[in-house]
């Protein structure tokens, strides 16, 4: 059996994903290999639509938190820990 993904749900995910990374952490991806950043941004994206399934604002915080260098940047925790999930 398998679970299928919402394809409209995951482009939007990786819609509002993009928009929320900073324009330096785009540019520093991009600066190396500008396809690395949104390949990870998918792959995360799709993670967190397997665990957060139909709750586009956990998968988008997921799929951000999971990207090196961005919880800092973001000064969140983690969406899966208590005190995400309480907010």
């Not at 994903?17 to 324009?23: G, T």
């Not at 915080?61 to 969140?76: D, K, N, Q, V, W």
């Amino acid at each position: 059996m398998t679970d299928e993904l919402d394809v409209a749900l995951l482009d939007l995910c990786m819609c509002q994903a993009w928009k929320q990374i900073p324009p330096e952490i785009k540019e520093t991806y991009g600066a190396v290999n500008p396809r690395e950043l949104r390949l990870k941004l998918a792959h995360a994206v799709i993670e967190g639509a397997k665990i957060f399934a139909g709750d586009p604002d956990k998968i988008v915080a997921f799929a951000l938190f999971t990207l090196p260098s961005l919880p800092s940047a973001f000064g969140r925790p983690h969406p899966a820990s208590p005190r995400h999930l309480d907010a």
